[in-house]
């Protein structure tokens, strides 16, 4: 009801106000009106007579208000009506409530409009949109006497709010398209799609997140309310209705041909179809997309077979013209009573993968390999099958073909998908790195040497070599006529090395040609390319075209698409960390996450969990931090070596947000060193600036060295940053604050700002002091509440040192001496030292008394 507060109100203020004696509420069936009437006169209160319109009583004079006037044998319709609105009014001031007022016979028609003209009662009335209304109800509010209040659908917000009430859970953004697509936005319809996939199963819980995976359900009930309106159409209509069933859209003259032009202009004059225009062409659709859901169910599967046999033969015949109308003639032929070729079937797998619909892949793919269709069949298959985690079943397609059987082409084709299920599904980089080397040795054309030493270029960035992946993408890159698949590879595999070494301009570059060739490559293959580019971007500090490069750039509209949804989200949730962002950033990857949990290694998902690390701890979320550092190195290996770096900073991050500064200072250098090793200079970059954002002192120089090589300004802020850090430089830290504010990097701008703070305070200078610390302040919010070891340091001035801090900090997270002694490498003794200190300075007793003063709780 808080969705309809609004309407609500105007209902009310109707039926209390002077101006009118009620309200009429229209809408399309299943919007919500009875409820929302029902609501509000509850609401006002008083004596409330409902009554309702059926089809049963429309033939009866004064047939909803008849069994108020009891036996009376009067045939006189003025005696009858007099009789009627005497039992109405005999309580006294009454609202009366009239349900489908559409449905009403004349005479009780003509009674409420002279109780409305009479001011006798209050009246809430319902009446359904597009259907034929008695003149006596249209006149309730052409007349003046009651507010008209249109219901319109519910908006996407409001039906997530709806699903989710009713799910007591999160709907994952995905699904929440699927079913506001499905429902119409229709409150009633989206309730019985709910509780219907609730029970076909295919509506479940993941990570916490609600999925819808496959068909929307629909209930029983749901299917009866529309079936009783299918009934009610004439026999051409519903021809219409059963070929859109399983072939929607179609274009306009495909259905006329077939259903005749009558038909096509009769379903449309009832609404019950729509004519768009699409690229120069006029399609049909549903006017309402439940109904194809109530034709099919009423259809037997010989019926079904003839129908899609019917729209098969017709539309076979003319010219495919894109890759949706040689899908929708393979989904035709596959449950027809029409045989289709294995071309067909191979091609529509394609398209489908192409278009990262993955499930359809695999029912055209499956539909090849069973006409006998050869390695190039099994190559699809398995394609569609490790992209949905169903690593076993595709490494065991392809290895029923022996290597000494196929040609180049279909050794490069088969051996290339087998590599990427190894390496990247599988997590089995060696296996991956025999099968690539032995393919190599057998090819001899320049094209297939091309493109296999792409894929070379893409496994060795991922097992963090970071060298060999430049050298073998920068020899493709210069192959004059390189095939597209080697492009693709290369620009992958070196565009990710180069961000990472820090050369974002190159990396670009290299993007740039993998654009052009995507067309020719499967669909989910782009994000991960896409994945290089963003990090290019980010690293260089150019957040913005970051965000326009994460953006989705196709809309997601099969329920076969959820994968690329979820890497979609991995690239948004990449660029809301950068930015700070981190609420969105969790947001985007938790439900990332959740889309993408299969059962392989899923080396793209390492990532997602790093980044999603790095939001918890920005906002204190310790234990949330630790768990998905804890994931990603389950799930790590030296498929994912790359990320190793970017773990480590995780990881330091995490200590960061448990308040131990020293271990996190230390695995953040440990982490540059181990970036610098691989020539990871960017990540390098990026680890040391985390120590500084730590308070170490330390890195001034080597930043210094990095930002004469690394491109982009983020990483001359940061060497700016640690510059003014190491000397105690109140304005100059302020300085690097407002820079990286104007770049996007709030985070770093938040801490800047907060160590700025520190050092006037150092200085002396009070008014600088408060400057800073607002400035801290006001960015830790745009943040989301971020509680960095830098802002809380500055937003709880304590007297203590900054090893006092950290053990204190260890005490409130409820560790003991000895385990506080290990996590810091000190001893014992020392700890105890250093507590009896901090409690001497904190005026408390003992190690609980500090703990619970460090949680900021009250001491009573």
């Keep these: 009801m808080i969705e309809r507060e609004t309407e609500f109100e105007a209902i009310r203020s109707a039926l209390t106000g002077s101006t009118y004696v009620g309200a009429v509420l229209t809408g399309d069936a299943g919007v919500g009106k009875t409820t929302l009437a029902r609501q509000a006169t509850a609401a006002v209160g008083g004596n409330i007579r409902w009554v309702a319109g059926t089809e049963s009583a429309r033939s009866i004079p004064l047939g909803v208000f008849a069994h108020m006037v009891g036996v009376y044998t009067a045939h006189d319709p003025v005696t009858f009506m007099s009789a009627a609105r005497e039992a109405l009014l005999a309580d006294g001031h009454t609202i009366i409530g009239v349900d489908d007022a559409h449905l009403l016979d004349q005479l009780s028609a003509t009674l409420l409009l002279q109780l409305a003209i009479d001011k006798a ?84 819980q993941v990570n916490g997140v609600w999925q819808l995976r496959g068909r929307a359900a629909v209930t029983s009930e749901l299917a009866a309310l529309l079936e009783d309106r299918v009934e009610q159409l004439p026999e051409q209509v519903l021809r219409v209705l059963e070929l859109l069933t399983f072939c929607e859209p179609i274009d306009l003259d495909v259905l006329a041909e077939l259903a005749g032009e009558d038909a096509v202009e009769a379903a449309e004059t009832r609404g019950v179809i729509r004519v768009v225009e699409n690229s120069h062409q006029l399609i049909v659709r549903y006017n309402h997309p439940l109904f194809g859901e109530v034709i099919r169910r009423r259809l037997g599967i010989a019926s079904a077979r003839r129908l899609r046999g019917k729209l098969y033969s017709s539309l076979k015949e003319r010219r495919i013209n894109s890759a949706a109308d040689r899908i929708r003639l393979a989904e035709l032929a596959l449950d027809s009573d029409k045989s289709a070729d294995l071309e067909l079937f191979e091609a529509a797998a394609a398209d489908a993968i192409n278009l990262a619909n993955l499930p359809l892949g695999e029912r055209f793919a499956r539909a090849a390999v069973e006409r006998r269709g050869g390695v190039e069949s099994a190559d699809l298959l398995a394609r569609a099958l490790l992209w949905q985690g169903h690593r076993i079943e595709a490494e065991r397609t392809l290895a029923s073909f022996d290597a000494d059987q196929l040609n180049e082409v279909q050794l490069a084709r088969w051996g290339s998908t087998r590599v990427s299920n190894l390496l990247w599904a599988m997590g089995d980089a060696d296996r991956a790195d025999e099968v690539l080397a032995d393919i190599r040795a057998r090819v001899r054309h320049p094209k297939i040497i091309a493109t296999l030493g792409g894929l070379a270029s893409a496994c060795a960035v991922n097992e963090n070599r970071i060298e060999d992946a430049f050298t073998e993408a920068e020899t493709v890159m210069t192959t004059k006529g390189a095939p597209a698949w080697a492009v693709w590879w290369a620009s992958f595999g070196g565009g990710l090395a180069l961000a ?43 957040f913005e075209a970051a965000r326009r490069c994460a953006t989705p750039y196709f809309g997601y509209t099969a329920p076969g698409q959820y994968l690329a949804w979820g890497l979609s989200k991995i690239l948004q949730g990449t660029v809301d960390v950068a930015q700070g962002r981190f609420i969105d950033g969790i947001e985007h990857l938790e439900q990332a996450l959740a889309a993408l949990t299969t059962e392989g290694a899923a080396a793209w ?256």
């Design 605 to 860: 998902l390492f990532p997602a969990r790093i980044r999603l690390a790095e939001a918890y701890s920005a906002l204190g979320r310790a234990h949330d931090a630790a768990e998905s550092v804890a994931e990603a190195a389950r799930r790590g290996g030296r498929h994912s070596a790359v990320y190793e770096p970017q773990l480590e900073i995780a990881k330091a991050c995490v200590a960061g947000a448990e308040g131990t500064v020293t271990p996190a200072v230390r695995l953040a250098i440990g982490a540059a060193d181990s970036a610098a090793r691989s020539h990871q200079h960017a990540i390098e970059a990026m680890a040391l600036h985390t120590a500084a954002r730590f308070g170490d002192h330390s890195v001034a120089g080597r930043l210094a060295d990095l930002a004469a090589r690394v491109d982009g300004r983020l990483v001359q802020i940061q060497a700016k940053h640690a510059v003014a850090l190491a000397a105690h430089d109140g304005p100059g830290l302020d300085a690097a604050s407002a820079e990286f504010e104007a770049i996007g990097a709030v985070l770093s701008a938040a801490d800047a700002a907060a160590q700025a703070a520190s050092a006037h305070e150092r200085a002396g200078d009070r008014r600088r002091l408060l400057e800073s610390a607002a400035a801290a302040n006001r960015l830790a919010a745009a943040c989301g509440g971020a509680a960095t070891p830098a802002l809380r340091k500055a937003a709880q001035p304590l007297p203590l040192t900054a090893r006092e801090r950290e053990i204190a900090n260890l005490v409130a997270a409820g560790l003991s001496n000895r385990q506080i002694a290990d996590r810091l490498t000190v001893s014992v003794r020392t700890v105890e030292g250093h507590l009896y200190r901090a409690c001497i300075k904190m005026d408390v007793t003992d190690r609980e008394s500090l703990g619970a003063l460090m949680r900021g709780e009250s001491s009573a």
């Design 500 to 542: 990472l070494m820090g050369k974002a301009e190159a990396a670009r570059q290299y993007a740039a040609r993998g654009h052009e060739v995507e067309r020719e490559i499967d669909g989910l293959n782009r994000f991960i390319s896409t994945h290089g580019e963003v990090l290019a971007l980010i690293y260089s500090g150019e």
């Design 121 to 204: 009662a209050h009246i809430v009335a319902t009446v359904r949109s597009g259907v034929q209304v008695p003149d006596a109800v249209t006149s309730l509010w052409k007349d003046g006497h009651l507010l008209r209040v249109d219901l319109n659908p519910f908006t996407q917000p409001q039906s997530v709010d709806l699903v989710e009430s009713m799910l007591g859970g999160q709907l994952e953004g995905f699904t929440a398209n699927l079913m506001w697509e499905s429902s119409g936005g229709n409150a009633l319809f989206l309730r019985h799609l709910v509780e219907g996939a609730l029970e076909a199963g295919t509506l479940r």
